[in-house]
């Protein structure tokens, strides 16, 4: 049984950082690609980044060179930080752990998915 769980969020002002946090249950962690995903109100889920199961890395251009992705293998969490935050990366952030070692920036490849944490961008 893999449980996911999003830590981290919060309310920030416009050019501040955040760390999220996904916590990971059930083994093999380090075989599996993962990656982040957010949802603002009324819009799509929308992927933000992820990171194969060999540390390769891949971001949405909106948040190119602001977000870096990292894994911990050894304690089984995804790590995402953001950095120089933006009031249109307000949004509900999705920790998920793909069906392979490696990834695409699509819903589908992913089969397991966290709960959310909300991250709030005030100006």
């Known amino acids: 049984q893999v449980r996911l769980v999003e830590s981290g969020g919060g309310l920030v002002q416009v050019g501040g950082s955040l760390r999220l946090s996904c916590a990971a249950s059930?083994?093999?962690?380090?075989?599996?690609?993962m990656g982040w995903f957010r949802q603002a109100p009324g819009v799509e889920r929308e992927f933000v980044a992820g990171?194969?199961?060999?540390?390769?890395?891949n971001y949405a251009d909106s948040v190119k060179g602001r977000f870096t992705i990292s894994r911990d293998d050894a304690k089984n969490t995804l790590y995402l930080q953001m950095n120089s935050l933006l009031p249109e990366d307000t949004a509900v952030y999705y920790c998920?752990?793909?069906?392979?070692?490696?990834?695409?920036?699509?819903?589908?490849?992913?089969?397991?998915w966290g709960q959310g944490t909300q991250v709030t961008v005030s100006s």
């Open positions: 998920a752990k793909s069906r392979w070692s490696w990834f695409t920036n699509t819903e589908s490849t992913f089969e397991h």
């Open positions: 059930g083994s093999s962690f380090s075989a599996y690609a």
């Open positions: 990171i194969s199961n060999s540390a390769n890395t």
